[in-house]
Antibody, heavy 118, light 110 residues
């Protein structure tokens, strides 16, 4: 059974950095496409980033240059390094498996809350 | 900047049928955008309903169906039930690794 467990979310000041983790089980992260999706409080879902099996990564314009997606195969974990955080980055961050062939998000974690505030 | 459009809200009677749509601020949605649909209830993670226009995800009841209607993708709920009351999001694949979510549609069953 595929399971995704996010962690690392917390209250952080504007301009700060934070790394989110997504521990995977039931499949191998490095052979799969993986994505991050976020949801600001009371708002809709927003795609953030995707990493392909060949390590190519893509980002939404809103986070490009500030966020970096990566993975640690030995830990079977996906990461999202977030720098220069802004108030508008406040959201629940979900990791999800991404089906490249069908361009959809298959399995979802339960999310981790990041609050950017002074 | 491309915007994916959805109706903000819909109301449907129990047992009724409702069709939600997913469009583009400029242009038409086709199967080439691989439209997918997700259901989310408050406080929960999204659940995948439909992908690649009309393929139901594992375990999704057949009262949910996807299609292209005119220049938009569509999600139809036939025989709505109380636990279908949720937010529904579509996603379109824009190419070059980029996906864009619609703003979501809140469906009320009453």
């Amino acid at each position: 059974e595929v399971q995704l467990v996010e962690s690392g979310g917390r209250l952080i000041q504007p301009g700060g950095s934070l790394r989110l983790s997504c521990a995977a089980s039931g499949f191998t992260v490095n052979r799969n496409y993986m994505s991050w999706v976020r949801q600001a409080p009371g708002k809709g879902l927003e795609w953030v980033s995707v990493i392909y099996s060949n390590d190519y990564a893509y980002y939404a314009d809103s986070v490009k240059g500030r966020f970096r997606i990566s993975r640690d195969n030995s830990k079977n974990t996906l990461y999202l390094q977030m720098n220069s955080l802004r108030a508008e980055d406040t959201a629940v961050y979900y990791c999800a498996t991404y089906n490249y062939g069908w361009a959809n998000f298959d399995h979802w974690g339960q999310g981790t809350l990041v609050t950017v505030s002074s | 900047q491309t915007v994916v459009t959805q109706e903000p809200s819909f109301s449907v009677s129990p047992g009724g049928t409702v069709t939600l749509t997913c469009g583009l601020s400029s242009g038409s949605v086709s199967t080439n955008y691989y439209p997918s649909w997700y259901q989310q209830t408050p406080g929960q993670a999204p659940r995948t309903l439909i992908y690649s226009t009309n393929i139901r995800s594992s375990g999704v009841p057949d009262r949910f169906s996807g299609s292209i209607l005119g220049n938009k993708a569509a999600l139809t709920i036939t025989g709505a039930q109380a636990d279908d009351e949720s937010d529904y999001y579509c996603v379109l694949y824009m190419g070059s690794g980029i996906s864009v979510f619609g703003g979501g549609t809140k469906v009320t069953v009453l």
